[in-house]
């Protein structure tokens, strides 16, 4: 039986060796870039690897169905068995991690006929909302996406890192409609939108510092005041604890998914007696726009 070993790659640059250089006491670094690993092999052609390619060119951004790598053999042991090499997408890599995500995330596949159709849902209802500078380095276009939280199994819409995006694209055999695909893209999109949060946090001061001094702050309901009224008069959607304000993760996220799912004409409708929504709504939009997404 062959010997595999898996490698789940945590910098985005992989060295393949220190020397020191002949005339000099400087150490040489020789590394493979890392992006070869996203394209498909040179030798390859069948129908998904040309996919893959034409993507690239079309984009400039890596195609993936699959969080492998590379899977190769690089040498035999004692025993005269293979011995493989396999380089894992860690799709929440972060530059200076100093240790392993502590959720990992396995995924299911698609077949060739639900890659082109997943494909096909991701060039017109995904890209057209990503300018060239907002696209992430790699999207992964897989079935089903399986993690943890709290030691309970979860299954999100989509996951993403600084290596890239991976969408989960089961439902799309049963979504007849581009209605329906909207909805599912709005799910999508706001998991990417979240992710903008750590990588721009200094693009959104302007929007924290609306309502920033009520942050899980108690609160109180003066006589015939709804919980909602108590929230939306601070600037606030909605509160995941009883008788507090939201945090500013759950703040950013209740906006994110208002703006992603509403146009700015139906938010002012709706919230017109709560200006400080309004205005939240309106910085994040902006700050959306000017980050390269696209209404």
């Given amino acids: 039986m062959m010997k595999k070993i898996y490698i789940s790659i945590l910098s985005g640059i992989v060295l393949s060796s220190l020397a020191s250089c002949a005339k000099e006491d400087e150490p040489v670094l020789q590394y493979t870039d890392p992006a070869v690993t996203f394209m498909p092999a040179d030798d390859a052609t069948d129908e998904i690897s040309e996919l893959r390619r034409q993507f690239f060119q079309q984009t400039g951004t890596y195609l993936l169905f699959n969080d492998t790598l590379q899977h190769r053999c690089i040498g035999k042991d004692l025993n005269g068995e293979e011995v493989y090499f396999t380089e894992l997408l860690d799709i929440k890599y972060e530059v200076g991690q100093t240790s392993k995500p502590s959720s990992p995330y396995s995924y299911t596949y698609l077949n060739t006929e639900n890659c082109?159709?997943?494909?096909?849902y991701l060039n017109k209802f995904i890209l057209p909302h990503f300018s060239e500078r907002l696209r992430p380095f790699s999207w992964m276009l897989i079935n089903t996406i399986k993690g943890k939280v709290n030691n309970e199994d979860t299954y999100p819409y989509a996951v993403a890192g600084q290596r890239g995006v991976v969408l989960a694209c089961s439902e799309l055999k049963n979504l007849k409609t581009d209605n329906q695909k909207k909805q599912l893209a709005k799910r999508h999109l706001l998991v990417i939108v979240q992710n903008l949060?750590?990588?721009?946090?200094?693009?959104?001061?302007d929007f924290n510092l609306v309502s920033e001094k009520y942050y899980n702050a108690s609160y109180t309901l003066d006589e015939g005041q709804t919980k909602a009224d108590a929230l939306r008069s601070k600037g606030f959607l909605s509160s995941v604890n009883a008788g507090n304000y939201p945090t500013k993760d759950e703040d950013f996220n209740s906006f994110a998914s208002l703006v992603i799912s509403y146009p700015m004409s139906k938010i002012e409708t709706t919230y017109a007696k709560y200006p400080l929504v309004v205005k939240k709504a309106k910085l994040f939009?902006?700050?959306l726009i000017q980050l390269g997404y696209i209404y």
């Fill in 116 to 120: 082109k159709k997943a494909l096909e």
């Fill in 197 to 205: 949060s750590g990588k721009n946090s200094a693009s959104f001061n």
């Fill in 285 to 287: 939009e902006d700050v």
